[in-house]
């Protein structure tokens, strides 16, 4: 196991000779070990790790300028959202959201401005899939940076580098860490110049992890394949539940042959993931509250990427920062339940399924 550097300074031989480390918000050898197996998951020269997920974004996007504009997929994580229209939009960068599961939607909001495209895929919380490929190729045609979200995915699942994007961002909290117990950010790429704009956001803004936090997402990382194939195993087993129960309306899950990009995913992913989304027949937020109180094995909490099963009500929560006229839009409804579903028996998360219906 790596050990935990507690170390906030680094003895140096004499001024301006480091021996690879000098100060702890700069660099530390546990946080170090944690970058570079997450480069290596995700076939990137280099990675870097923020104190979280939304830190990780808000380094990627502290390399925009006033007048730069960045397109961004329109149904994507609420905080980042939030961070592109209340943090960034004042300070004079301007946003388009598109609907990329059209790679089309994307080349027609291109402007001479656009300095990025930020990619969510499988979005969050519908589910739906965009072609790295294919909007990867459309923007080094414009002399534009791609950045991936592939928090849903994991690099087990997906590994857009490899596709053509130019970084990949992770909440580790999620599918990295696995234990619902860390939070945490990664940016992993082979691009030289992005690495160093990060390592400057690094050393000058300080959103870093602290060395305990790297140590538990690197220890999380030694049984990501088991727990995804498991909640993988587990999440197809039960979209197909829900897919054929009476009661549901619409199941969002890319495994399902009814998804419409499901020939897409099973192009582009290894896996369909261990996040399903679905709306009750009885479309109402009463119904849908009631269905989400009467669980007991699922609990209902933010989050998501754990061994445990977890439900919530995106509208209200993970999404809530969103305006309402602007996630129906999407078809975000606020009747809309999402599941992250663990590593439990398949046949105890059914029966937990069954008897809250």
Known sequence: MPPVFHTSTYAQKAPNEHQGYDYARVG????????????GLENADECACFASGCAAMDAIMKAMRPGDHVIASDDLYGGS????????EPYGID???????????????????????????????????????????????NGIRTAVDNTFASPYLQQPLDLGADMVMHSTTKYLGGHS???????????????????????????????????????????????????????????RYLDEHPKTGQVFY?????????????????????????????????????????TKIFTLAESLGGVESLISHPASMTHGSIPAEVRRKTGLKDSLIRLSIGIEDVDDLIEDLKQAF
């Open 254 to 294: 890319p495994g399902l042959s009814s998804h419409r990009q499901h020939q897409l995913a099973k192009t582009q992913m290894s896996g369909f993931g261990a996040m399903v989304s679905f709306s009750l027949k009885e479309d109402t937020l009463a119904s849908a509250t009631r269905f989400m109180s009467n």
């Open 95 to 141: 946003f388009t959201f598109a609907d990329m599961t059209d790679p089309a939607n994307v080349s027609s909001a291109i402007r001479a401005e656009t300095k990025m495209i930020w990619i969510e895929t499988p979005t969050n919380p519908l589910l739906r899939i965009a072609d790295i490929q294919a909007i990867a190729g459309i923007a080094k045609e």
């Open 181 to 239: 117990d860390v939070i945490g950010g990664a940016v992993a790429t082979s691009n030289k110049e992005v690495m160093e704009q990060l390592r400057f956001q690094v050393k000058t803004t300080g959103g870093v992890p602290g060395p305990m936090d790297c140590y538990l997402v690197l220890r999380g990382i030694k049984t990501l394949h088991v727990r995804m194939e498991r909640s993988v195993q587990n999440a197809e087993k039960i979209a």
């Open 81 to 88: 959202y939030r961070l592109f229209t209340q943090v960034f």
């Open 28 to 39: 530390n050898p546990t946080r170090t070990a944690l970058e570079k197996l997450i480069a």
